[in-house]
Every structure is written in C-alpha cells, then in structure tokens.
C-alpha cells in the first residue's frame, strides 16, 4: 500500500518486539466507536420488539459512561458485564472501552460458582447482569469484590461522554478460556487489539469486492446495502463480540440479537430484516440450510454464510455454495480468543476451490509460521505448530505471567494446533496439541472437568476426551474408574458435574469400567487409545 493509504504497513515496537500494523488504524476503540455516530438514526440493534438506532445507543453509552466515572470507575479498571445477548450489553461495553476501563464479558452459561470466579480474578468492581445470571450468583457475591451492580443500562441522565486519554496498547477486555490447568484463564485484549481486528475485516472485504468486480489492484471502496446480520455467537465470545459486533458497528450495519438459537425464526429474521450476512457454527449452519430447503426458502439474498470456531467439513461449503445458485460467498476463518479472532480467513471462489484449507493470513499485518518442537520453522508441506504473529495478538493471560511467556515467545502466539502451509501460503489444520475439546464453537478443557471428577468421593481415576459428534462436531466423553465399593452411576456422574459446570461441559458419555485406564510408560492415560475403543464400540 501506499504512504497515507487507510491500510498503509509500518513496523512498531510492541512489548519488545517489533510487529506489522496499519499505520492508520484508529488509535482506540473509543475513537472507533465515536466515528460509528455518522450512521445517526440508522437501525443499529434489534432483540424482539426493541429497536435502536445508532444516535439512540450513543446517548444512552454516552449517559451511562457518565454515571460510570462518576461513580469512581478510572482507566484500567475493570468492569464486568453478566447477560445473554441483550442490548444491554454492547451498550455496556461500548461505554466500558470508551472511559479506558477495561471490559470483562462474562460466560453467560457459567454457573454462580463459575461467575464468581470470573468477578473474583478480575477484580471487577462493577458488574452489569441480567437477573438470571444475579439469580446464580446470590450466594457467592461475598467471594467477588464487586461493589456496584447495575441490572440496566439506560434511565441516566444525557451527558457528553466523559474525557479519556487512551494508549493503543492499553487493556481493553478480558475474555475467559476453558484453563488447561482446570481454571480458565482470563486473556487480556489490548484497543490495538480489537482495532486490528476490525482493519483486518475491513481489508478482507475491500479486496474480496475488488476481487469479485475482476480488479487486480488494491482493494477499492464498495458502497452496498446497509449490512444485517443475525448474531449467532455469544457477545462473550469472540465471535460475537470482536468478530461481529465491532466490524458491522464501524460499517453502520444492523445486528439482530436472537434469545436462542431457533431456526424458523432465524430464516423469519433473514427476511424481515433483510439479513446480508450469517455467520455460526458449522451446527447451525446446516441447520439453515436444511430447514430453508425443507421450506423452498431462497437464500440467495445473503452475500456471505461463514462459519468457524471449529474446524468446518468441506460438505457445508459445497452445499453453501450450491444451494445459494453460487450467489453467496462461503467464508471461514481461523483465529482464536488470543488471537482477537480470525487471524486466517478464506473465502468466496478460493475456499470453494480449497474447502479443506482455513485460508491465507487475514491481511499484510498478520504472519503465519509453523514450528517444530524445537521452535524451528518446518519446510513447505511438513506440518508442525501453527504459530501467529500480528497486531492482533493478544497482551497475556490476566495475572498469568508464566503461562503468557510459554504462550507468547519473540512474539509469536502459539496456538496448540497442529498445522501446515502450502507453497501459495493456504493453511490446513490438521490435528491439536492441546487437550481441548470444541463443542459447538465452544473450547471445553479436559482438565478443568476432570479436576471436577476426581472431587467425586467415589471416582478413583478420570480422563476426559472429545467424542465425535454429527451435531456439535465433538462432545465431552468421561471415561472412569471407581473405587471398590462405589454406587455412582453414569446419570449421578453427569449431576456432579452440572452441579459444578456449565451445561455444555457435562459429559454425554459416560464409560465406567472396571480396569485401570490405559497409560503409557511415564503414566500418562492414553486418551486416543480411550476414543478410538469406544469409536469401535
């Protein structure tokens, strides 16, 4: 790109080493978020029968940044938010972000124990949750330092948004990971973060209507429909809330927030609100498009259907692709919580030509490596580590120093997944370092469910493995062996742990057996030797 172009590279120093960044990014989401103020009177948000513009949310983010400040909330405080998919809650963060403090998206699936701890470990003063999640946390709030609730985010008085001076490097969020030592870990998003992000998608969809209008320069400015989506992801995760939520405000698109996942009703939205773009799961994607062709449903009006946060099967390109007449470009992208979302995006022609492949880095700024266990970059083909290197990496894991510097070395993330490059520089992911299980787009770790298991006074030994599963993509199995003596059955097994747990963490097998599990020489239980016997069962 060229000097003073909006994707301009430059080089800076970031935490001691030097990475590629748009030189003309915005410097904080407090300006990103300001600038979306020209879309004014613009349908912003939709839940129901609740609408918002974008003048209307900036006056209420505006009046509730306010009372936020006045209340004592500074920069680098942290604020938490506790709550389904509510307008509420991007209102929220906008005005958490935009005073300097920092956002912390609660796990709205978490349970009260598991809500306290997410309060607890971030040192959130203040929390902003729906009654459900207050409901779980009534009697552990004594556990937190919380000393503000709010259950609402509008009612206060109009005030201009309070003064801030923000540094690109500074904390902007803290999203919490399935901990592979049985706690999550919460990681910390800096503003160049999320920033990046968002340059990153506005790149990709500048070059991917070039590439469709046949130019074969630089990505040139379109100027469409206003773009709708209907969210499928959570806002406390990434999909949701760096993925979705900041590209399509900075865009002035409308986002459909759903209570749950309902397919008739999604197809409904797509009409009624004149959806362009979905995004989710493999899950639920293909139940779109089953429920659209079981109806005669066209979805030809939809520009893109991407989906990710796990690996996707070449079959629902191929049936994206076919089903829209080829009018609707298949997209997917790899990247993770650490990684501010999808570092790696493929899409349109090239992910219909390649549908095994996750795609290329998602803009000039972003690098790929893969690695042996040495830390040495493999040849062309070989697979290793895939390793990530961007402005969009992630500051560390909160308070978590150890675990940052064996996650992060010379500034390249290390994912835990096994992967390779091809001589045209597509990356295939082909297997996990990792002992993590992904449900439904939802990272659950081993350890944190065994640890839970081994609490259980009649469990002797515990392993948990993902199980492949045609909905969900895997599921939790729980392999056990119990005391001489015990009485626990596989239903009293699966109570204990959703005692303790998030639904989507208790195991929907349950093996008890009457042998010591498998393990190697060093006594490690050999998990593959677990699932592959019971995929021959």
């Known amino acids: 790109m060229t000097a003073g172009d909006m994707f301009e590279v430059d080089e800076v120093d970031v935490r001691g080493n030097r990475i590629k960044v748009f030189k003309n990014a915005f410097p904080s989401l407090r300006e990103m978020w300001q600038l979306t103020a020209i879309h004014g009177d613009a349908t912003y948000l939709v839940y129901e029968d609740r609408r918002y513009t974008y003048a209307q949310t900036h006056a209420t983010v505006n009046a509730f940044a306010a009372h936020l400040a006045s209340i004592g909330v500074k920069p680098g405080d942290r604020v938490a938010i506790a709550m389904r998919n509510l307008p509420e809650l991007p209102m929220a963060f906008w005005a958490i972000v935009s005073i300097g403090a920092t956002a912390v998206p609660l796990n709205a699936w978490w349970t009260g124990p598991e809500l306290a701890y997410g309060l607890a470990d971030s040192g959130a003063r203040v929390l902003i949750a729906d009654d459900e999640r207050l409901e779980r946390l009534k009697d552990h709030m004594g556990e937190t330092s919380v000393e503000h609730i709010f259950t609402s985010v509008e009612g206060f008085d109009a005030a201009p948004l309070p003064d801030a001076a923000i540094d690109p490097d500074d904390d902007a969020t803290i999203l919490y990971t399935s901990g592979t030592t049985g706690r999550p870990k919460g990681a910390v998003g800096t503003h ?10 506005m790149y990709g ?9 046949g130019a074969s320069d630089a990505p ?15 806002l406390f995760h990434v999909g949701g809330l760096q993925s979705t939520l900041a590209p399509l405000s900075v865009a002035g698109g409308k986002i459909v927030l759903i209570y749950k996942w309902d397919t008739h009703n999604v197809l409904d939205l797509i009409e009624n609100e004149g959806i362009t773009i979905m995004a989710g799961v493999p899950t639920t994607m293909f139940e779109l498009l089953d429920e659209a062709k079981r109806q005669g449903r066209d979805l030809s009006s939809l520009g893109s259907i991407a989906s990710g946060a796990t690996l996707v099967p ?3 390109v191929k049936r994206i692709d076919e089903q829209s007449g080829h009018r609707t470009a298949p997209g997917n992208g790899y990247g993770l919580t650490e990684t501010s979302g999808a570092a790696v995006t493929n899409g349109g022609k090239n992910y219909v030509s390649r549908p095994d492949s996750v795609g290329r880095p998602a803009s000039p700024v972003m690098e790929i490596q893969i690695v042996d266990e040495a830390n040495q970059v493999v040849p062309i083909g070989s697979t290793g580590e895939i390793c990530i290197k961007g402005p969009t990496v992630f500051k560390g894991y909160f308070n978590q120093p150890d675990a940052t510097a064996a996650a992060i070395i010379d500034g390249w993330f290390h994912t835990g997944d096994v992967g390779r490059l091809d001589d045209e520089g597509y990356l295939y992911v082909v297997d996990r370092l990792k002992d993590v299980i992904i449900r439904g787009g939802e990272n659950i770790y081993a350890a944190e469910i065994e640890a839970v298991l081994y609490e259980h006074p009649d469990v002797a030994e515990a392993a948990i493995v993902g199980i492949p599963d045609e909905k969900y993509g895997e599921v939790v199995g729980a392999f056990l062996k119990l005391h001489d003596g015990a009485t626990v059955d596989a239903d009293g097994i699966r109570q204990w742990v959703r005692d303790r747990l998030a639904a989507f963490k208790v195991p929907a097998v349950v093996d008890i057996r009457g042998e010591t599990l498998p393990r190697n020489a060093s006594g490690k239980v050999l998990k593959r030797e677990l699932r592959d016997a019971y995929a021959a069962q």
């Open 220 to 234: 040139a400015p379109a100027a469409p429909a206003q773009p709708a989506t209907v969210l499928t992801f959570p």
């Open 205 to 213: 969809s500048l070059a991917a209507a070039a590439d469709a209008a």
């Open 314 to 316: 070449p079959e629902l």
């Open 192 to 201: 160049r973060n999320f920033v990046a992000h968002v340059m990153n998608a």
